[in-house]
């Protein structure tokens, strides 16, 4: 089976960045549409970002000019850019290939 696995999360201060990564084993990586999700404590997963195979993008509103995601698809690596923190944006990050698997997530932490 497919393995997600996330890194690049850690505590910023509020206004700074980050940049995860989720790297994909297997061979058919470029065939998954990718997507990036959310989960602060007490809460539901929600939604963050998403990149199909041939690369379109879709948002969280709350993340709109924020975050970007993109592919690299020779590393088999999503990413997702997230600029100008806010505390609420607090959570265990998680990768998903859909259809496929979700990866173990990665804890951002926002706070001055």
């Known amino acids: 089976q497919v393995q997600f696995v996330e890194s690049g999360g850690g505590l910023v201060q509020p206004g700074g960045s980050l940049r995860l990564s989720c790297a994909a084993s297997?061979?058919?990586?470029?065939?998954?549409?990718m997507a990036w999700y959310r989960q602060a404590s007490e809460t539901q997963r929600e939604f963050v970002a998403r990149i199909t195979t041939n690369g379109i993008t879709s948002y969280a509103d709350f993340v709109k000019g924020r975050f970007t995601i993109s592919r690299d698809n020779a590393k088999n690596t999503v990413f997702l850019q997230m600029n100008s923190l806010k505390p609420e944006d607090t959570a265990v990050y998680y990768c998903?290939?859909?259809?496929?698997?979700w990866g173990q997530g990665t804890q951002v932490t926002v706070s001055s």
């Open positions: 297997g061979r058919f990586f470029s065939g998954y549409n």
């Open positions: 998903l290939g859909e259809g496929v698997n």
